[in-house]
């Protein structure tokens, strides 16, 4: 069994998985924010104000901030959210509001690394 000692203690395998796990901080670097006009009904503010909100993440190689199987189960996942550049795009118009409609992005995108992140945990280890 794989153990790493950490201060006195000695962690295993699984403790030093549970370390790495993603702890709902996205790095501002590693986003691309903007907004774009929104569709659907809002009369001239949707018109005028561009209020819809679009991220784009990359996860390749460079997203040190995902442990490395967690990252790839994230981009199997988002397959068909990835544009031709290799980023990760979510978008949300849910409100009229430009900063509500960013963090509605931004919560998509941790709720869906979160949901993966379990669904890994969940999985027995074979040997």
Do not use: C
């Not at 794989?2 to 590693?30: C, D, K, W």
């Not at 978008?91 to 509500?100: A, F, G, V």
């Amino acid at each position: 069994i794989l153990s790493v000692m950490i201060g006195l203690r000695r962690l295993t395998a699984p403790q030093l998985r549970a370390l790495a796990a993603f702890a709902g901080e996205i790095p501002h670097n590693a986003i691309q924010k903007s907004f774009v006009l929104a569709s659907g009904p809002g009369g001239q503010n949707v018109q005028k104000n561009a209020t819809k909100a679009q991220i784009k993440v990359k996860l390749d190689d460079s997203a040190t901030w995902l442990d490395n199987d967690l990252r790839l189960a994230v981009v199997r996942r988002l397959a068909n959210r990835i544009n031709i550049n290799g980023e990760v795009v979510i978008e949300s118009d849910r409100t009229r509001e430009r900063s509500l409609n960013l963090t509605d992005a931004l919560d998509k995108l941790r709720s869906t690394i979160y949901e993966v992140q379990r669904e890994m945990g969940a999985r027995k280890e074979t040997e």
